[in-house]
């Protein structure tokens, strides 16, 4: 069965992490369904990709974990960005304009 | 390094994984189920979303990267698996160990002999600077480098192609600190010593420029660190002390830094003084040493930085011509022929590389050690085929294992590398072991050595260096032994490798056979090695030095270093040679000017007149005696006469009365005439040479500088007024330890400051001159004993191994009457052929190894074919015997036993 939605392009899932968690701390779960929520539904995250690039994240020391009660009030463990995830993101949705500006001058030049 | 803190704490981990995903799951079930998806089905969804596994798996990946996780795993696993066979752990780890051990215990001593940079600052820009004129013209001795005082302080302008020039010389001098004075060796250097080396003092103040202007100048010695730490106890106040050079005061002025020894491994100084006081020293008094042409000093030089010593030699040239002019001016230089004025005008400073100093030590040390090294390095490789052997028996055995693990999908390299981490484990094990061992390896090497040499100037201790060494031998120890099995694992068919019985398939029988046949190979050239070294020292042991040492004793002393004059010196040795010999213990005594088997000797050419003048080709070995010294050490007096009181030449004459020459000599030199009568000189080449001692004697061949040496040689009588010999030569009636304290007695009556040098018999001094023949024989000897018991247990385990895998075909040919004998040769043409071809391809070797060993054997040659049959005979014998074991049991293996095995 194919997707209707977009697979999210490589490397991208680090930054949108480090956005989402950049406005509050969040668990797994949450990321996900936020991911899910704030791209409308048209960028296809892998629920199963999303534990690996936490842990490398927390890895970095980009970000910092820590066991808290959730909003069901069962255990969860919440991501949080450290000073050093705050800068990288910074670095990265820099480049990211970069990139993006630089692809859509392309696209104007081709279509003018 | 987070990684690796994550693989311990991996458990902890793991829960906290589960715990996260297991909350995720119950989320989107609970999510789910609440959209109206029934719960079955949510659960499966999930599941399905989520792919469990594989995020576990891929998290575990983020932890630690797969390669050293699976490389963690498998060094677990390897543990695990050795710490089940105890046995088969402790013979291989013992071999590698043995092997590892000792191969970095021998390259302690190259390293610290031969390759060792000198601890100075930037030691790769030092060169040694050489000088090639003719010796006889400049004065120097022997090839001991040496140069004048003024080419030093010359050199030290050039500033173009160097940034310092530095001399120095060893001397050996008493030295009174406030106690009895001591014999020890010091180092006169000049005042450019110490910076240009680079080296601070640890204490006070080191030598400076200001030391060493002029003659008389500089007072003062700096202590090395050892010494000052040894002799002083390390007090503090020890600088502006005054000490004794012999009988003249100096002052400490500093201590060097710690860690310095000189320049020069093997001859540890005590201290260093300018050689603006080298009168003070025991060198010649009489010559003005600081201007004139005596080379006596080593010149070390600091090239610029981008100068190579290729750049600065040719670079000095303009500088030095016009200085070998010159020098042909000064008074004192000889009166030579145009031809040899031309050749001396023509001779050039030699700049080479010296980052490691300059020593004598390490030249007569090198190929001893370097041989060592080679032999080490085989035996390492013997330990390294052995272990691999075991290891091949051992995946033979587990090859059902290895079968089923493969059958369950794991890659042929993935088994490789679980093998390899096998054996990875236990060479790092054998490594520390090794480690362990080395230190005692290291002292008892040590203790083989020249003594004097060796016990101060190298050092039994680990170093960074060192444990660098082990870890790449343990490591490349590990690849070695492992990879050959590693390579094989899974090479079997793997329907066969499952059977209950693997009857068709090889088990590496193949692999085997060849390790084994280079097994050996390798303790057959040990052995041959062996061999040839013992049968050296043997040689020498039984050629003796020409006559009997026993009952002999030695003694030296050195009345010039203590403030004697020569005449002084020379009535001293007479009165002290006149009380010796009037001791009731003393059978017969006599002097000599130079003490023989030490290694030192006073050379020269000699010239001779006979119908022609004939002058010799190469250099004799001289020797002053006294009356009597001939039938005291019992050397022979073939013709003419010993010495007598008549020869010894008043004071004002000049040049020896008469000479007596060895046998040796009349041989080369004057054979076919009668020698006596025969008018010599000593010195060659110049037509001032003028032979006018007649020899008066002929006496058999000796050793002179050790054991090996039956040079030509010739005597001239001692007692001459500037002969200040002080060797004394005692046969002595019952037990000569018994006479030793009476002798002493006698010196210390004559004067209590005058130390004696050394005391020995003369058996002690012959057994110290074979230090490394005993050395290479029994490190050879050991090694060679311990491969050939390597390659027994190796031959014997594959001849075990092919026995098992063929008693079924054996029971099946006894069966079908086959006799016991047939058998036997069936099992034995194997061991034979394994055996025949190791000792071909050791023979092949010899030949090429045999360079490396020819310098260190005496009256044997490397290739000597009845010492190599020998060796082949042994280990052929040995090989036979361990493989008969298994050839006896193959053939008394019951038909019916083996046939019901099936």
Request: proline share 6%.
């Amino acid at each position: 069965m194919p997707s209707p939605r977009f697979p999210l392009p490589q490397g991208t899932l680090d930054m949108l992490i480090l956005q989402i968690l950049s406005l509050e701390p969040a668990h797994g779960y949450g990321i996900a369904q936020r991911l899910d929520q704030i791209s409308r539904s048209v960028v296809h995250v892998n629920q199963g990709s999303l534990y690996p690039a936490l842990h490398r994240l927390q890895q970095k020391r980009w970000l910092r974990a820590g066991w808290k009660p959730s909003e069901t009030g069962r255990e969860a463990k919440f991501y949080s960005l450290t000073p050093a995830g705050r800068r990288q993101l910074v670095v990265e949705k820099d480049s990211w304009a970069r990139l993006s500006g630089a692809v859509n001058l392309i696209f104007e030049e081709g279509s003018r | 390094m987070i990684q690796l803190v994550n693989w311990f704490r991996r458990a902890s981990r793991e829960r906290g994984l589960d715990r996260e995903l297991q909350y995720h799951y119950d989320r989107r079930v609970a999510d789910l189920t609440a959209a109206g998806i029934p719960e079955p089905e949510a659960r499966r969804r999930v599941a399905v979303e989520l792919g469990l596994a594989q995020v576990r798996e891929e998290v575990r990946d983020v932890w630690l990267t797969r390669w050293l996780r699976d490389f963690l795993y498998d060094l677990r696993f390897s543990a695990r698996s050795f710490l089940r066979s105890p046995g088969f752990t402790a013979t291989t780890l013992l071999s590698l160990a043995l092997g590892i051990g000792a191969t970095t215990a021998i390259y302690s001593l190259v390293d610290q002999v031969i390759l060792h940079a000198l601890p100075v600052r930037e030691p790769g820009r030092l060169v040694l600077v050489d000088w090639n004129a003719d010796d006889l013209i400049t004065g120097a001795i022997g090839s001991s480098n040496q140069m004048p005082h003024a080419i030093c302080r010359e050199l030290q302008q050039q500033t173009r192609f160097l940034d310092g020039v530095l001399c120095r010389a060893e001397i050996q001098v008493n030295l009174t600190a406030g106690g009895d004075p001591r014999p020890v060796a010091a180092e006169i250097v000049s005042g450019s010593y110490f910076p240009v080396l680079g080296v601070g003092p640890a204490l006070g103040r080191v030598i400076e420029p200001e030391d060493d202007s002029a003659p008389g100048t500089g007072p003062v010695v700096v202590l090395s660190y050892d010494f000052w730490q040894s002799q002083f106890g390390g007090a503090a106040d020890v600088v502006g002390r005054k000490v004794l050079i012999g009988n003249h005061p100096m002052t400490v002025v500093g201590v060097a830094a710690a860690g310095f020894r000189g320049v020069d491994v093997g001859a540890v100084p005590a201290f260093w003084m300018p050689t603006s006081m080298y009168a003070d020293s025991n060198l010649s008094t009489s010559e003005d040493l600081f201007n004139g042409p005596e080379r006596w000093l080593q010149i070390l030089a600091r090239l610029r930085p981008g100068v190579s010593a290729a750049q600065a030699q040719t670079g000095l040239l303009p500088w030095f011509r016009p200085w070998l002019e010159d020098s042909t001016r000064r008074p004192g230089f000889p009166g030579i022929s145009a031809e040899r004025r031309r050749l001396y005008l023509a001779s050039t400073l030699i700049l080479t590389p010296a980052p490691q100093g300059h020593s004598p030590f390490r030249r007569s040390l090198s190929q001893p050690l370097w041989v060592l090294f080679a032999a080490t390095g085989v035996l390492l490789g013997l330990a390294c085929l052995n272990v691999a052997g075991l290891f091949l028996a051992r995946g033979s055995a587990r090859g059902r294992e290895l079968g089923t693990r493969l059958a369950l999908g794991a890659s042929r390299g993935r088994i490789g590398r679980q093998l390899l981490a096998d054996s990875l484990l236990l060479a790092f094990a054998g490594g520390i072991l090794g480690i362990a061992l080395a230190p005692a390896a290291m002292r008892a090497l040590i203790a083989f050595l020249p003594h004097d040499l060796a016990a101060n100037a190298l050092r039994p201790s680990l170093s960074l260096d060192l444990l660098g060494f082990a870890f790449l031998v343990s490591f490349a120890a590990g690849l070695l032994s492992g990879i050959a099995p590693a390579l094989h694992a899974g090479r079997d068919n793997l329907v066969n490798s499952l059977r209950e019985r693997g009857g068709t398939s090889s088990g590496g029988a193949r692999l085997r056979k060849a390790i084994v046949t280079l097994q050996v190979a390798f303790s057959l050239i040990l052995l041959i090695g062996a061999a040839l070294f013992l049968r050296t020292l043997t040689g020498l042991v039984a050629k003796g030095p020409g006559f009997n040492t026993s009952n002999l004793l030695a003694f030296a002393i050195a009345p010039l270093e203590n403030g004697y004059s020569r005449v002084d010196a020379s009535r001293l040795v007479r009165r002290l040679d006149e009380q010796v010999r009037a001791l009731p213990a003393t059978r017969s005594s006599a002097t000599a000017r130079f003490a023989v088997l030490t290694g030192g000797h006073w050379s020269n050419k000699v010239t001779m007149q006979t119908d022609r003048r004939i002058v010799t080709d190469g250099f004799i070995n001289f020797n002053s005696v006294s009356p009597g010294f001939f039938s005291t050490v019992g050397v022979r007096l073939v013709a003419g006469r010993d010495f007598d009181r008549s020869d010894t030449r008043p004071p004002g004459e000049i040049g020896p009365r008469c000479a007596i020459v060895n046998q040796a000599f009349v041989k080369r030199y004057l054979a076919g005439r009668d020698p006596l009568g025969v008018p010599i000189a000593r010195g060659g080449g110049s037509a001032d040479v003028k032979p006018d001692s007649p020899i008066v004697g002929v006496v058999a061949d000796m050793s002179y500088r050790g054991l090996r040496d039956r040079s030509e040689q010739v005597f001239f009588p001692l007692f001459e007024h500037d002969d200040t010999g002080a060797t004394f030569y005692i046969r002595v009636r019952g037990a000569p330890q018994q006479a030793i304290p009476s002798i002493r007695r006698l010196v210390q009556q004559d004067d209590p400051r005058l130390p004696i040098l050394w005391f020995r018999t003369l058996d002690d001094q012959v057994s110290r001159s074979l230090n490394t023949e005993r050395m290479l024989a029994a490190l050879s000897g050991s090694f060679g004993a311990l491969a050939l018991l390597l390659s027994l247990v190796g031959l014997y385990g594959v001849m075990s191994f092919v026995v098992t895998r063929r008693t079924r075909e054996i029971g099946i040919r006894l069966a079908l009457g086959a006799t016991r004998a047939s058998t036997l040769s069936l099992v034995l043409r194997d061991a034979v052929t394994m055996i025949a071809a190791g000792v071909a391809l050791a023979l092949s070797c010899v030949a090429a190894l045999g360079k490396l060993v020819q310098s260190q054997l005496f009256g044997i040659s490397a290739t000597d074919p009845a010492t190599i049959a020998a060796a082949a005979m042994v280990l052929a014998a040995g090989a036979l015997a361990a493989a008969f074991i298994p050839a006896w049991r193959a053939s008394n293996v019951s038909p019916t036993d083996a046939l019901r095995l099936e």
